[in-house]
């Protein structure tokens, strides 16, 4: 069975850009999240999906944004970057509990 | 907000001992998770704890689900050096918020 997948795996951006970042639940799992870990930090909460719909932000800025597709893969937007958006960007996906998480696209910002 | 205090932050240990490290909170928590991250990977659950008082073991890991709900502990037994990494504790509040929150993690490194 394949594990959660998220592309790509690094992405360079400058400072004023948008970067959409991607993820790929296990087959089956209808709920997605998505967390940040900055340098030094522990994962902060982002976003979760269920069902294409959101459920639940994190406390970010509007422009950390998403969507939920009728797959249920899942799209991470960050408009607008700034240089403290850079982090490693993991995706999580569940079918009840035990959230399962991908390997992450590090994101930098320069 | 809710937060959940790990400790230790880093432990530099020789080969074959035991490990604890552990997890509080001032908030209630429905389930708690472990989890172990690499350099450059997402992190992979360990042990998951649904219940208050549950001890649950996988292979050399042990946890426990704290009587209070607010606390964990994990234990590693006979350690090897690939029990090197990042481990992380995680909470899920009654509150169906989707929402994780972790502890800020244990950095292990274990000396051959």
């Known amino acids: 069975e394949a594990g959660v997948t998220q592309s790509p795996t690094h992405l360079i951006k400058t400072r004023g850009q948008q970067a959409t970042l991607r993820c790929s639940p296990i087959s089956g799992h209808t709920s997605v999240y998505w967390y940040q870990q900055a340098l030094g930090l522990g994962l902060q909460f982002l976003l979760w999906y269920d069902e294409g719909e959101e459920r639940n932000r994190g406390n970010f800025p509007p422009r950390f944004s998403g969507r939920q597709f009728p797959n249920y893969s899942s799209e991470l937007n960050v408009n607008a970057l700034e240089l403290e958006d850079s982090a490693l960007y993991l995706c999580?996906?569940?079918?009840?509990?035990?959230?399962?998480f991908g390997s992450g696209t590090r994101l930098t910002v320069v | 907000g809710q937060q959940l205090n790990q400790s230790p932050q880093s432990m530099f240990i020789q080969e074959g001992e035991d490990v604890s490290m552990n997890c509080t909170s001032s908030s209630i928590f429905n389930t708690w998770l472990w989890y172990k991250q690499d350099p450059g990977e997402g992190p992979v659950l360990l042990i998951a704890l649904y219940k208050a008082g549950e001890l649950t073991s996988n292979g050399r890991l042990t946890a426990q689900f704290g009587i209070t709900r607010k606390d964990s502990f994990l234990n590693i037994s006979a350690s090897i050096p690939s029990d090197v990494g990042i481990y992380f504790c995680?909470?899920?509040?009654?509150?169906?918020?989707?929402?994780?929150?972790f502890g800020q993690g244990t950095t292990l490194q274990v000396k051959p």
């Open positions: 995680a909470g899920q509040l009654p509150s169906n918020t989707g929402k994780l929150i």
């Open positions: 999580a996906s569940s079918l009840n509990y035990g959230y399962t």
